[in-house]
């Protein structure tokens, strides 16, 4: 059974274009989630959608940043402009919460350079 | 909010032999689960065990156990024989078992394990 899958594994751009990253999630799972990981801050939660709907983007950190999920089985994290401290790693996961206690599984991440 | 701290930067270990990382969380919540990540240099987060909070007894899974401890609020992992596999980035999470937004993992920061051989 396929694993998350990720695209891109990396990517590097320069200040002020647009990044799109993409997440296809585990079939059959209903929950996703888009976490940024940096060294100054670890693993921090941006945005978490149950059923393709957001619940949770608290930890989104800007207006530049914005996430979609069009269906069950695709999912965007966009930023634009993008900025030299966007650049970290950037892990969507999935899970099913039909019981509760499935626990969530990851991606590779798309480790993201902005010069 | 709930926090979870891993007081451990780095952590080494001699091949075959024994480790304990530690993990303090703080909640008010009394549902909730606790999770051992591990983050080799490949960068995958790879679930090692969890625990639910409800449970007493401790969870295993072949050479990793865990020793929670509920009233200190502490939940250890512990590597058996240890293997040079074994060396990594680990990270503890706490998610609560309400729903909403509480579903999201919260982390610590971390605990380098090396293996030396």
């Known amino acids: 059974d396929a694993g998350v899958i990720q695209s891109p594994r990396h990517e590097v751009t320069e200040m002020g274009q647009e990044v799109t990253l993409r997440c296809k999630p585990i079939?059959?799972?209903?929950?996703l989630f888009w976490y940024r990981q940096t060294m100054m801050r670890g693993l921090e939660l941006l945005i978490y959608f149950n059923n393709n709907v957001p619940i949770d983007d608290s930890g989104m950190p800007e207006d530049r940043f914005s996430a979609k999920m069009p269906n069950a089985s695709f999912s965007t994290l966009k930023i634009q402009p993008s900025e030299p401290r966007d650049s970290a790693v950037y892990f969507c996961a999935s899970s099913f919460f039909g019981n509760r206690d499935q626990p969530q599984h990851f991606g590779d991440g798309t480790r993201l350079s902005i010069l | 909010a709930q926090t979870v701290t891993q007081s451990q930067p780095e952590m080494s270990v001699q091949e075959a032999e024994t480790v304990t990382l530690s993990c303090t969380y703080d909640?008010?919540?009394?549902?909730?689960?606790l999770f051992w990540y591990k983050q080799p240099p490949s960068r995958q987060m790879i679930l090692v065990i969890r625990q639910e909070a409800y449970k007493q007894q401790n969870a295993t899974e072949n050479r990793f156990s865990v020793n929670f401890q509920k009233a200190a609020k502490s939940f250890s992992l512990k590597i058996s024989d240890s293997q040079l596999g074994d060396a990594a980035m680990y990270f503890c999470?706490?998610?609560?078992?309400?729903?909403?937004?509480?579903?999201?993992?919260?982390f610590g920061k971390g605990t380098l394990l090396t293996v030396n051989p």
């Open positions: 909640t008010s919540e009394s549902d909730y689960y």
């Open positions: 999470a706490y998610r609560s078992a309400r729903g909403g937004s509480n579903y999201k993992l919260t």
């Open positions: 079939s059959g799972h209903n929950s």
